[in-house]
């Protein structure tokens, strides 16, 4: 079965949704950009993932990532392809052109990615850490720390990681031991990090590693962490890598899916001899390593969306060819037609809930790539809405969004049926991969805290406020649209009882009830998520309604039956159509389940407090 | 060592083509359009003899400003400049017509030593103008090229005939077809995309070319499309009941009468 991206959408959302080509004439590092170029490089990226890529999914999956002495070893054929990406330019679509990337906007860049993600996501992982320890570097390093790693992790010559957790710290990552002690310009590392993606393997000659250790004397907790650069061959002279630094790899994990990902322990200066060079100021490590985490999370969400695409894809498909029992309203007809099962009503409601769901998601990711690249604007008050938008929005994407992988991935599953959980079809290795996304980075129930603890009141709720604005004014210019109407209504009554929840949060926080957001903070993540997909796909709608309208006169087409013969006929129209179709499918069908969920929120229940849970 | 290679945008393989009744042309709306994938035989053939033996890349093609996409992925790919002949004049040129204006626009650019095209379009399958440019240039050609090896002043190839391969040796200039399997084309690459935006190309009329009103387009044509009609679909098969003595009499009946095979 052939793995289908949604190029239509992408165009659709990149384009007639979000009009990048305007938003980024007005930006320097983009201005002299086309459309042209946006178009070719996503088409020659697909077609790369495509052809090249995606072979490699059932060959990590089946051969995977190799464990022997200290060494890993990945398939012949990562090691061939990954030279090909490289080489090509597709690990380096919106890095820095001073280093030798593409210097193309974060939604293009996404765009592409999407087909290298779905195509086969644990190869992609090196790639995508290389280019956010790269960032980190060109944001926070020395001139000659820059010079010395940034061009080579651009073009993929060494691969980056980011070694945070530790056995005994993984969600509470102030927690670490990990332990710096100057020595010189250097400081000597010691300490052991676990879980740690791509942190040893057979790509590339040289593996940089940026660490978060604690500086000796240092505070405890998150404001004594530093960061720290550690390569795990010392850079010779002339810059090339030289003698092993004393980082070893002490063993892979053997995990449900990402076979092809090697999950590593790493020990570092087991011997005393693991030099690391800070970056920045002692202490401040954290506050980088966000920079690279916050990048790494809206990644996280694109996986979902990536994966949960595909599986549609694969369904949509699988439904079209598969051809089992009768038309339902034939069923006591032994002669009937045997027709395929995507005219089942209930094979349609798994297929919507996907589609709605994913394009949802797609609009989501491709409006915060936007506003990741209207960080460079020149105008401050662009910048500062935009950051404020990214940081409401990061915790969504990530946790709602993983979470929409693995539930397509499901779905998926169900529309094969038996077929769908062997190993002959495509969507059983996709649940698997899919639902690491939901754990690492921040799991997602970290996100639901992210968003209920820190983000809803950021800067005195102004940056939860300023996105509300944008859907108030949204809402207040089409609420009265001729035929989207009742879709308004319904979101409108939704938008309410987020506020209202968000309202008796901000009470409940003053109280001694302060553990109800907590303990509410994922139903919550999970309602506010419904909203603002809700929010993106009526945008869609309206602008769909409005360009099959013009179809429609421009063929002449004045009575629903002729309308009918168009949307049957015209790509474009049967396009439009179904974004119309998508949008109230999710209005309503899945954004009611808001007024439940906040209805049970408003209990206000203490019994998964109360419990007694060693009984 | 200056190489020609002519190329042609067609629509994507996996493409769902329509016909509307009545006209001459499939229905374009939402077709997505690439470089005809054995004019990337002929591409990647041409660049592989500049990087050995040095020289340039030339492409052209015929079409209007749309096929600069696929002139955009030849560019990318590593060929050094390109020529679209396009115009009021050329529309609807046949193969013959379309063989003339490239043919003039070689003998405008002049100087060459090789001329490199796909064996065929994969959208109309007509296989004829590189050969009928060979003519029009009076210069040898050879089609089915599987394999190619330039040398001093000639070309030694492979060229697939029916049951087996053929050896020729041509002196140059000429014209090769490409078949697949002459090489494994590259990607165009996104440094290839952006070096592609720097490159030049040259937009030419007939005008330019030196045709007359009557040597271009329709009226320069030998051949007219009259209709265009989709293949009739398959009817559901018939299934016959009962014991063979009674249905296959029927059956033989029909194979005779209606389908007329036997």
């Known amino acids: 079965m052939a793995l289908k991206i949604n190029r239509r959408d992408i165009d659709f959302i990149l384009y007639e949704q979000l009009d990048v080509e305007k938003a980024y004439a007005e930006i320097d590092d983009f201005k002299d950009f086309t459309r042209e170029d946006y178009d070719m490089v996503i088409t020659e990226a697909h077609n790369f993932a495509l052809k090249e890529v995606e072979p490699l999914n059932a060959i990590g999956d089946t051969v995977g990532a190799k464990f022997e002495n200290g060494v890993v070893t990945l398939p012949q054929e990562f090691k061939d392809t990954y030279r090909k990406l490289t080489e090509n330019g597709w690990a380096s679509i919106g890095s820095s052109p001073e280093y030798g990337g593409g210097g193309f906007p974060t939604s293009v860049g996404i765009a592409a990615s999407e087909a290298f993600t779905a195509a086969c996501v644990s190869f992609m992982f090196t790639v995508g850490l290389s280019r956010g320890n790269c960032a980190v570097i060109e944001e926070f390093g020395t001139e000659e720390q820059k010079a010395t790693f940034c061009e080579k992790l651009t073009s993929g010559e060494w691969s980056g990681t980011m070694c945070l957790t530790e056995p005994g710290a993984g969600t509470a990552v102030g927690d670490l031991s990990t332990r710096a002690v100057k020595d010189g310009d250097e400081y000597l590392i010691s300490g052991t990090k676990c879980f740690i993606t791509s942190a040893e393997h057979d790509l590339t000659d040289n593996i940089i590693h940026l660490v978060l250790a604690r500086v000796e004397g240092a505070p405890k907790g998150i404001k004594g962490i530093s960061l720290f650069i550690v390569p795990k061959n010392r850079i010779n002279e002339d810059g090339t890598a030289g003698e092993p630094n004393d980082v070893v790899c002490g063993g892979i994990e053997h995990k449900m899916g990402l076979h092809g990902s090697p999950t590593c322990v790493m020990n570092f200066g087991e011997n005393g001899r693991c030099r690391g060079q800070l970056i920045g100021e002692e202490n401040k490590g954290i506050v980088y390593m966000f920079h690279m985490m916050n990048e790494a999370r809206i ?94 929005l990061t915790p969504v994407i990530k946790g709602y969004g993983t979470d929409i992988g693995f539930k397509c991935a499901d779905l998926a599953m169900m529309v094969h049926g038996g077929y769908g959980y062997t190993a002959e079809y495509p969507v059983e290795q996709q649940m698997r991969d899919v639902k690491a996304a939901s754990i690492y980075e921040g799991c997602n129930g970290i996100q639901a805290l992210d968003l209920v603890g820190r983000k809803l009141g950021m800067k005195g709720g102004m940056a939860l406020m300023s996105y509300l604005m944008d859907i108030n004014q949204f809402v207040a210019a089409n609420e009265k649209h001729e035929s989207l109407a009742p879709l308004f209504k319904q979101f409108t009554a939704a938008r309410d009882a987020l506020v209202g929840c968000v309202t008796q949060f901000q009470q409940l926080g003053a109280t001694k009830e302060v553990l109800i957001p907590v303990l509410n903070a994922t139903p919550f993540l999970n309602m506010f998520g419904h909203v603002v997909l809700a929010y993106n796909l009526l945008q869609q709608a309206v602008i769909a309604n409005e360009k099959l309208d013009a179809i429609f006169d421009e063929k002449d087409a004045a009575d629903d039956e002729a309308k009918n013969e168009v949307v049957k006929d015209s790509p474009n129209a049967t396009f439009y159509h179904n974004k119309i179709k998508t949008a109230s499918f999710f209005i309503f069908n899945v954004l009611p389940e808001v007024s439940s969920i906040v209805a049970a929120i408003r209990n206000a229940d203490r019994s998964a407090l109360d419990v007694i849970l060693d009984y | 060592m200056k190489t ?39 591409a990647e053939e041409a660049i592989k003899i500049k990087e050995a033996k040095g020289g340039e890349v030339v492409v052209c093609t015929l079409g209007e400003k749309k096929a600069e996409e696929a002139i955009r992925t030849a560019l990318a790919m590593g060929a050094d400049r390109a020529i679209r002949l396009d115009g009021e004049a050329f529309a609807g040129s046949d193969n013959y017509a379309t063989a003339k204006a490239l043919a003039k626009a070689i003998e405008k650019e002049g100087d060459y030593d090789l001329i490199l095209c796909g064996k065929q379009a994969v959208d109309d399958d007509s296989a004829q103008v590189g050969t009928l440019v060979a003519e029009m240039l009076g210069i040898p050609s050879a089609s089915l090229v599987i394999n190619c090896e330039v040398g001093d002043g000639s070309v030694t190839i492979t060229r697939e005939i029916e049951g087996g391969n053929q050896e020729l040796e041509i002196a140059m200039p000429c014209l090769l077809t490409a078949q697949k399997g002459l090489n494994e084309p590259r990607y165009p690459s996104l440094p290839g995309i952006m070096k592609a935006k720097r490159k030049k190309l040259d937009v030419l009329s007939a005008g330019d070319l030196g045709l007359g009103a009557d040597e271009a387009g329709a009226a320069g044509s030998k051949t007219a499309i009259k209709e265009l009609s989709m293949p009739p679909e398959r009817k559901a098969g018939q299934v016959f009941e009962g014991e063979p003595e009674e249905i296959v009499p029927k059956v033989a009946q029909l194979l005779r009468e209606e389908a007329k095979v036997i």
């Not at chain 1, 694109?302 to 029992?325: M, N, S, V």
């Not at chain 1, 919507?352 to 409006?367: A, C, D, H, N, V």
């Not at chain 2, 329509?18 to 994938?37: A, S, Y």
Request: aromatic share 6%; proline share 4%.
């Open chain 1, 299 to 392: 990644s996280c969400g694109l996986q979902g969306l990536a994966q949960g695409a595909a599986c549609l894809e694969y369904a949509r498909q699988y439904a079209h060819e598969r051809i089992q029992g009768v038309d339902i309203r034939e069923m006591r007809n032994a002669y009937a037609e045997r027709v395929p099962i995507v005219n089942h009503p209930d094979i349609r409601r798994s297929l919507m809930l996907m589609k709605s769901y994913t394009e949802g998601l797609r609009s989501l990711i491709l409006f915060a790539a936007l506003q990741t690249d209207l960080l460079k604007s020149g105008d401050k008050a662009v910048r500062d809405k935009a950051d404020d938008l990214l940081a409401i």
């Open chain 2, 4 to 42: 020609i290679v002519l190329i042609k945008q067609v629509p994507d393989t996996e493409t769902k083509v329509k016909v509307n009744p009545g006209e001459t042309d499939i229905n374009r709306e939402g077709i997505n359009l690439v470089l005809n994938p054995y004019d990337e035989f002929a």
